[in-house]
């Protein structure tokens, strides 16, 4: 079977999703069964995971029995919100320490604040948390965050939630081909064919949640997703052929072809 592995544990499944914007708990669950996912993030400062004893837990609709839980620092734009947001999440489950880390610096954009990112990568890190941590697409960066002791970077395909799919594919490469943690694209996945470009690049893996929570029918979109990132990721171990501009070569070979009847006539 064709896994990966993050902080020591394989996966079979290479879509991660995340559980924000769905209509309710229902929708959330079907759309998570049909991606296949097995890796679920959950955004700390707007999911109810135990902090509020009066609200609907998301923890009974998706066990961890049944699932890793990603707690992620979704809305965090500090290093120090960042670290709390993670030290909450690692005490309400039971000293879990797998997190994603993300530091926003624009509100508008929700583009990364990479500074705050590696402020907060260090002192985690040191705190014995396996951070798997977002970040812009920047090769020198990436590399960077991985020396601090990041276990999977996250490079943006394109802005979060934009669904303008994988804008710069060279520095994405650049990134995947210097890496030695698993790379999975995050942020900016629309359609099936995005996450399918990204695993044929190399990338170990998918994470979206927009492209499906926002999709008319979430579940099929899962489906999908599912499928696609699948196919992709064959198509990288199978190696594409070469492309050859302007050298035509036939499918069929064009040597010792029977000759048609008009031919035979001439």
């Given amino acids: 079977m064709d896994t990966f592995i ?4 394989a996966y079979s499944s290479r879509l991660l999703v995340g559980t924000g914007k769905y209509k309710d708990f229902t929708q959330t669950r079907e759309a998570i069964d049909a991606s296949g996912a097995q890796i679920i993030t959950i955004a700390v400062r707007r999911t109810n995971i135990g902090q509020s004893a009066h609200e609907p837990n998301l923890l009974d609709l998706l066990p961890p029995s049944q699932f890793t839980l990603l707690p992620n620092t979704a809305g965090c734009f500090t290093a120090d919100d960042a670290i709390r947001t993670l030290q909450l999440a690692r005490e309400l489950l039971d000293g879990h320490c797998l997190v994603k880390l993300e530091v926003l610096g624009d509100l508008n954009t929700l583009y990364p604040n990479i500074m705050e990112t590696i402020k907060a990568a260090k002192i985690l890190v040191k705190e014995g948390f396996h951070l798997m941590v977002y970040t812009s697409d920047d090769p020198i ?32 490469q650049i990134i995947i081909n210097n890496a030695k943690v698993p790379v999975i694209v995050d942020a900016g996945v629309g359609t099936a ?15 979206m949640n927009t492209a499906i929570a926002a999709a008319e029918n979430p579940a099929l979109m899962a489906s ?31 040597n010792n072809i029977i000759a048609s009847s008009k031919n035979k006539a001439a």
Wanted: negative net charge.
């Fill in 6 to 9: 993050i902080s020591d544990k």
């Fill in 193 to 207: 064919s995005d996450a399918t470009i990204a695993m044929e690049l190399g990338c170990d893996g998918v994470l």
């Fill in 224 to 254: 999908a997703m599912r499928k696609a990132v699948e196919a992709g990721r064959e198509a990288f171990l199978a190696g594409r052929m070469e492309k050859q501009p302007y050298n035509a070569s036939p499918s069929s070979p064009i």
């Fill in 141 to 172: 960066i990436a590399k960077q965050l991985e020396d601090i002791g990041c276990v999977a970077i996250m490079p943006l395909a394109s802005l979060i939630g934009s669904g303008m799919g994988i804008l710069n594919p060279w520095n994405l």
